[in-house]
């Protein structure tokens, strides 16, 4: 068995060649896993002595920060960290060797970036991949009912504060499934065993998360009453190690039929405004003139026939998918106005179905009536034209 020295000394190489190994890669030198640990290790006695030399050579490649931590399945920073906590236990203590500083809120929901994509704001299932980022990406393009959100997780501490600040910040969330295979076990995070260890066990006086296996499992970016809504607020699902998307779909199908609605709290900040759709009142005109949209169910198409403001047919456009027609239409430059390209969007999907589902097809007439002053500069020819896009068939 090694003697206290010995391990320390094999502690510092191990830290020196695993700095090395980052200062070779392009990809830490942006990263904050990389510039923490440096920072952290050069306060020491160790850093100002046997390590200063490899720690110079690692603030030498430093470039302005990207990321907090990318993740990575080995990361050397983490590795090197975790060999001078053991070997060095008393200054490996108070040492920050994770990045943690509080990441900048923006306007919206989820109020704070990572690796996830909104599915639905109102659903009530937020799911967690861990680190399977493919599980996250099918669950996004399948976006079964009762999904929210879906994302990664690779940290046991920044990465379990974002997932609190996003999830108070959305009432309408009140399941979480953890799922996917749990994050660098060599290393040291298991931020997914440390998330189940906090709706368990909760945090001691010092925010650290009770229970936890992973390394650095402590949040230090969120209030105790923070904690606290985030826990009331949602169910834990855990489902670790589970990678099948058939089954958390199913999960998800489950989950909302018994959502128990919106929770109230009183931590949370409004961060989306609702706003009550009101009815269009005046309709703008379309100087690019306007257009007739039938489907022609023999051929099986979707037939939009374009007239100039003085009742001149110039163009017809056939195509089968509403996407087709209205971008070739844009292409064109027939729609110039928002509204006109709204309503023709609209109608161009009701005359799509038509054709799909044999349902009748009358083009209807476009929100909002026609101001004066747009009346008289319409003229008399458009007026005897069938088009419903205006009262006086233009839009
Ligand atoms: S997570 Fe670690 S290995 Fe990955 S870029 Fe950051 S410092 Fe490098």
């Given at each position: 068995m090694a003697s206290g020295k010995e391990a320390e000394d094999k502690a510092l190489?191990?830290?020196?060649?695993?700095?090395?190994?980052?200062?070779?890669?392009?990809?830490?030198?942006?990263?904050?896993?990389?510039?923490?640990?440096?920072?952290?290790?050069?306060?020491?006695?160790?850093?100002?002595?046997?390590?200063?030399?490899?720690?110079?050579?690692?603030?030498?490649?430093?470039?302005?920060?990207?990321?907090?931590?990318?993740?990575?399945?080995?990361?050397?920073?983490?590795?090197?960290?975790?060999?001078?906590?053991?070997?060095?236990?008393?200054?490996?203590?108070?040492?920050?060797?994770?990045?943690?500083?509080?990441?900048?809120?923006?306007?919206?929901?989820?109020?704070?970036p990572g690796d996830h994509h909104v599915v639905r704001s109102r659903a009530p299932v937020a799911v967690c991949t861990l680190n399977s980022g493919g599980l996250a990406a099918r669950l996004n393009e399948l976006s079964p009912e009762g999904l929210s959100i879906a994302g990664t997780l690779h940290t046991e501490n920044l990465g379990i504060e974002r997932i609190i600040k996003n999830v108070i910040a959305n009432p309408h969330l009140r399941f979480l499934i953890l799922c996917g295979e749990d994050?660098?076990?060599?290393?040291?995070?298991?931020?997914?065993?440390?998330?189940?260890?906090?709706?368990?066990?909760?945090?001691?006086?010092?925010?650290?998360?009770?229970?936890?296996?992973?390394k650095r499992p402590f949040l230090k970016n969120v209030t105790r009453d923070e904690i606290d809504a985030f826990l009331k607020q949602i169910e834990l699902v855990?489902?670790?190690?589970?990678?099948?998307?058939g089954v958390i779909v199913k999960e998800i199908g489950e989950l909302l039929k018994r959502d128990p609605g919106p929770v109230e709290h009183s931590v949370a900040t409004k961060v989306v405004e609702t706003v009550q759709a009101s009815e269009q009142k005046q309709l703008k005109l379309d100087k690019?003139?306007?257009?007739?949209?039938?489907?022609?169910?023999?051929?099986?198409?979707?037939?939009?026939?374009?007239?100039?403001?003085?009742?001149?047919?110039?163009?017809?456009?056939?195509?089968?998918?509403?996407?087709?027609?209205?971008?070739?239409?844009?292409?064109?430059?027939?729609?110039?106005?928002?509204?006109?390209?709204?309503?023709?969007?609209?109608?161009?999907?009701?005359?799509?179905n038509s054709l799909l589902t044999g349902a009748a097809y009358v083009q209807d007439k476009a929100a909002g009536e026609i101001g004066k002053q747009q009346e008289k500069s319409c003229g008399t020819s458009c007026q005897s034209t069938n088009s419903k896009e205006g009262k006086c068939g233009k839009s």
């Open positions: 190489e191990v830290v020196t060649q695993q700095l090395a190994e980052a200062v070779a890669a392009a990809k830490c030198h942006k990263c904050g896993c990389l510039q923490q640990t440096v920072e952290a290790l050069s306060t020491t006695d160790a850093g100002k002595g046997s390590l200063a030399d490899q720690l110079s050579k690692a603030k030498a490649v430093f470039q302005p920060k990207k990321y907090d931590c990318l993740g990575c399945a080995i990361c050397w920073p983490a590795i090197a960290a975790n060999a001078f906590a053991e070997a060095f236990p008393a200054a490996g203590e108070g040492l920050d060797l994770c990045p943690t500083e509080e990441p900048e809120v923006r306007k919206g929901w989820p109020p704070l994050t660098q076990q060599a290393i040291g995070h298991l931020p997914g065993q440390t998330l189940q260890s906090l709706f368990q066990d909760g945090v001691d006086e010092r925010q650290r998360i009770i229970g936890a296996k992973g855990p489902c670790i190690g589970e990678i099948d998307e690019a003139g306007y257009l007739v949209v039938y489907p022609d169910a023999r051929r099986n198409l979707i037939v939009m026939e374009h007239y100039t403001n003085q009742g001149v047919l110039d163009c017809i456009i056939e195509g089968v998918t509403t996407a087709a027609l209205y971008s070739t239409a844009i292409g064109r430059g027939f729609l110039t106005v928002l509204d006109h390209a709204a309503y023709i969007g609209a109608e161009l999907a009701r005359a799509e």
